[in-house]
């Protein structure tokens, strides 16, 4: 049973910057498709970036260029660095696993994800 837990949210002002953080287990080997996406009450879950087991990285173009997604395979850590944070980031971030692979072009589909964390708040306000 894959568990995971994400970690690092936070408050900060526009402009700043966050690394969240989500520890993995469970699982036996590498062929996921890891992502993050991010929800606001009332909206649906939107997926912000996705990394494949080879390494190849995926991202939305709200935050292409801001956030960069990355992973420690011998940790089972994967990571999210958010730079020059807007307001419009503020929302809940989940981290996600799959076993269909990111490159189907699908890893923005919450429905192929079968793991998912609880996941850490993140707020963007001056």
């Known amino acids: 049973q894959v568990q995971l837990v994400e970690s690092g949210g936070d408050s900060v002002q526009p402009g700043g910057s966050l690394r969240l953080s989500c520890a993995a287990s469970?699982?036996?080997?590498?062929?996921?498709?890891m992502a993050w996406f991010r929800q606001i009450p009332g909206k649906d879950r939107e997926g912000v970036a996705a990394?494949?087991?080879?390494?190849?990285?995926y991202s939305a173009d709200s935050v292409k260029g801001r956030f960069t997604i990355s992973k420690d395979n011998l940790s089972k850590t994967l990571y999210l660095q958010m730079n020059s944070l807007k307001p419009e980031d503020t929302a809940m971030y989940y981290c996600?696993?799959?076993?269909?692979?990111?490159?189907?072009?699908?890893?923005?589909?919450?429905?192929?994800?079968?793991?998912w964390g609880q996941g850490t708040q993140v707020t963007v306000s001056s």
């Open positions: 990394i494949d087991s080879d390494g190849t990285a």
């Open positions: 469970g699982y036996t080997n590498e062929n996921y498709c």
């Open positions: 996600a696993a799959s076993h269909t692979a990111c490159s189907t072009g699908y890893w923005r589909d919450p429905e192929i994800f079968g793991y």
